[in-house]
Nanobody, 122 residues
Framework: QLVESGGGLVQPGGSLRLSCVASGFSLDYYSIGWCRQAPGKEREGVGSLSSADGSTMYASSVKGRFTISRDKAKNTVYLQMNSLEPEDTAVYYC?????????????????WGQGTQVTVSS
């Protein structure tokens, strides 16, 4: 089970850190994805972290602003979001798959959290 937290309302230019805690399994051998879905839009990959070497990849729209990290001791992954824009408003999901490589494709993940709402507005 994956459980996200940390969403909320933030002003443009602000920051949030989302957390995703795994229970019932270890994330050590799982690559992680963060995806988001805005109203009326398809779910899109935001970023991903490889279980093999810890490398990350990001969508061009968030690159340089968002950072994925992992705390193995806490079995938790994070999405640090800086310089938030109204266009970042969406429900954010973490996902996991037992695979070595990171992937931006939501269809590659079989385990999903329930999502957390992020709203960027003044």
């Amino acid at each position: 089970q994956l459980v996200e937290s940390g969403g909320g309302l933030v002003q443009p230019g602000g920051s949030l850190r989302l957390s995703c805690v795994a229970s019932g399994f270890s994330l050590d051998y799982y690559s992680i994805g963060w995806c988001r879905q805005a109203p009326g839009k398809e779910r899109e990959g935001v970023g991903s972290l490889s279980s093999a070497d810890g490398s990350t990849m990001y969508a061009s729209s968030v690159k340089g602003r968002f950072t994925i990290s992992r705390d193995k001791a806490k079995n938790t992954v994070y999405l640090q979001m800086n310089s938030l824009e109204p266009e970042d408003t969406a429900v954010y999901y973490c996902a996991a798959e037992r695979r070595a490589l990171a992937t931006m494709y939501a269809g590659d993940f079989s385990a999903w959290g329930q999502g957390t709402q992020v709203t960027v507005s003044s």
